[in-house]
């Protein structure tokens, strides 16, 4: 889970290198590279040699780039929930949910703040048979309801994208977009990679809240069970930022969670999500 790549420069990568690159991604489900000196332009033409781009579900574009995503926390800012808390897959209540995301780090606490990652293929892989068999036909009911009411619980209100959620506290009624999250889509449970044909479990701590066909409470133990599994230490890896930092994940293959650990402290990253397939 993880591999760091040296020696490259995103923004001048000629064919095969890139197909080195994205290979080394889909093998370690998550790559990062240090000391990338790159602006938002570079950022989004890198991002746009995987495919294209995933509509984002939670944030607007920078002014000339709508497809990077700033994530800025100020250092006068004190949350119970920072964006990208939780286990979690990025937006799997989409039908078609980004396959994979990109994220930049520009100005990075001097602790605090990292980013955790745990392998779902390699967690697949060390079910039992007896579970594997039982969970192989089950469709994982993916949500944004419980985010919502997290963060409305625990977040401020403001411009970010948790804030914005907050503000909605007092709305006589959700916008449509989001009654759609909230409704949000049925996926297979065990889903199988496009390229590289590994089984994983497509589930998380966050967005899933049932099985097709299943009542909640009976769903619920299952669930726990499989997150944690997937999320023991043998199958995680913790990145710590510095300035300059580009990671790539495989949104499939994997599930993170940012830590909220960083008071007093700015962190500021843009993001780039490129779009996916339904999944099978």
């Known amino acids: 889970m993880g591999a760091e790549i040296k ?36 950022l989004e033409s890198f991002s746009a040699r995987f495919g294209e781009f995933a509509d984002d579900a939670y944030t607007d574009g920078i002014d000339g780039h709508r497809n990077v995503q700033p994530i800025i926390k100020e250092a006068d800012v004190k949350t119970g929930w920072v964006f990208g808390a939780g286990w979690h897959t990025d937006s799997p ?17 001097p602790y605090g703040g990292d980013t955790v990652w745990a392998n779902s ?29 997290g963060a409305q619980t625990k977040g401020n209100p403001g411009d970010d994208p948790i804030g914005k959620l907050v503000k909605l506290r007092a709305a006589a009624e959700l916008p449509e977009d989001l009654k759609e999250k909230i409704q949000g889509a049925y996926h297979p449970l065990v889903r199988t990679h496009p390229v590289s044909g590994e089984k994983c479990l497509y589930v998380d701590g966050s967005y899933a809240i049932n099985f097709e066909g299943f009542a909640e409470e009976e769903a619920a133990p299952i669930i726990g069970y499989l997150v944690g599994h997937i999320t023991q ?17 495989d949104n499939r293959l994997c599930i993170h969670q940012a830590l909220n650990d960083y008071d007093g402290f700015r962190r500021e990253m843009y993001r780039t999500t490129i779009a996916g397939e339904a999944p099978r």
């Open 93 to 109: 209540f989409l039908k078609r949910p980004p396959a994979i995301s990109i994220l930049y780090g520009v100005d990075i606490p």
């Open 233 to 249: 230490p043998a199958f995680m890896c913790r990145l710590r930022w510095e300035p300059k930092t580009l990671t790539l994940w």
């Open 121 to 149: 293929a390699l967690a697949y892989r060390l079910l039992s048979p007896a579970m594997k068999d039982l969970i192989e036909s089950l469709k994982v009911h993916m949500s944004m309801r419980d985010v919502l009411v």
């Open 7 to 42: 020696g490259v420069d995103v923004g001048n990568l000629s064919d095969d290198a890139f197909k080195e690159v994205e290979d080394a991604l889909f093998r370690h489900k998550m790559i990062y590279l240090r000391n990338q000196e790159i602006d938002a332009g570079v």
